[in-house]
């Protein structure tokens, strides 16, 4: 953020403004205080005929790795809105939202990653355009090691463990950052 | 949003951007797309020897009205964090946060609130700056009729719900706009 995108000044300061608690983008020109938030990834786990339904990414970041259906949540829509539109963007398929299954704060990227259980109502999916691959996936044959995010092995492996008593509760975790090893340094 | 916040130029149209689906706010001159996503409202429901403590508003929206201490989750921090620390800021008790109870979509206003349930640890609290009265209220003395938002009543009512069986399910509703009655038109 370089300029006032209330007023187009180019004064912009991040300091604690008066009566606030914690450093702000804010305009000297106009005093608007620009608020930075949170955002939401939402996604779903669907399945079909108890296979789990992965697209592969053709974007950055991690492409070329498999996923979920996720995606920033927009305005306008509901979480579970917003899972079944990543689930047609991603892999054209069309999923009924069940309950909410998983959340995942991970504060050093600013995002709360959210998942729904889902199931595909016709078996039908595709490739779609931020995709490059899609597929149902055995649940004993997962691709672990070439998952895009620990979000995704995370709640497949929730759901692998909670199948077994047929209850899915919800689960609420953090993600640290992936640390780095000595050689990158 | 007037200007763009990358470059300055006031040349900012909404429009659907090429590969998109959707209208954005993106800037002739630079490119840049801004995006805007909804907002996670997050919140405790803390609890002091089988009572809630509540706050009533000192700001608009819903100034005098009773509310549980939530505001906006920030860059940052965790969802429990950010529910602990507007308990603080806004009835100075420090609650131990425990599961993750409540999750409401207001897509009406691009928000989304999340309620964790709470303890106090040492039963005391105080009036926030950005409250008028803080008080800790027996379940059967709530102020049904004076509380701020939908989500305050239903999160509460849950919660007395709930105490019946001992189990705290996580619950994710929609909240629809309110209605307005024939003669506010
Ligand atoms: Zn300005
Ligand atoms: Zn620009």
């Not at 991040?14 to 205080?33: L, M, V």
């Not at 004993?140 to 759901?159: H, M, Q, S």
Request: glycine share 8%.
């Amino acid at each position: 953020m370089r300029f006032c995108s209330h007023c187009g000044h180019s004064n912009l300061q991040f300091s604690i403004p008066e009566g606030d608690n914690r450093p702000r983008y804010w305009c000297e020109n106009c005093q608007t205080i620009h608020y930075q938030n949170p955002k939401i990834v939402v996604g779903a786990v669907p399945i079909w005929d108890g296979k789990v339904l992965l697209c592969k990414r053709d974007i950055e970041p991690r492409k070329g790795y498999w996923t979920l259906p996720a995606g920033f949540m927009e305005n306008g829509e509901t979480l579970q809105e917003g899972a079944a539109r990543e689930t047609w963007e991603e892999a054209c398929a069309t999923v009924a939202i069940d309950d909410l299954y998983t959340v995942f704060n991970l504060p050093h990227i600013n995002q709360v990653y959210v998942f729904f259980l889902g199931r595909i109502e016709d078996g039908k999916y595709g490739v779609g355009e931020e995709s490059s691959d899609a597929g149902l996936f055995e649940l004993d044959a997962i691709p672990w090691d070439e998952l895009a995010f620990p979000t995704i092995g995370r709640t497949l492996r929730f759901y692998i463990e909670d199948l077994k008593s047929g209850t899915f509760p919800v689960r609420c975790q953090d993600i640290a950052p992936l640390q780095r090893r000595p050689s990158e340094d």
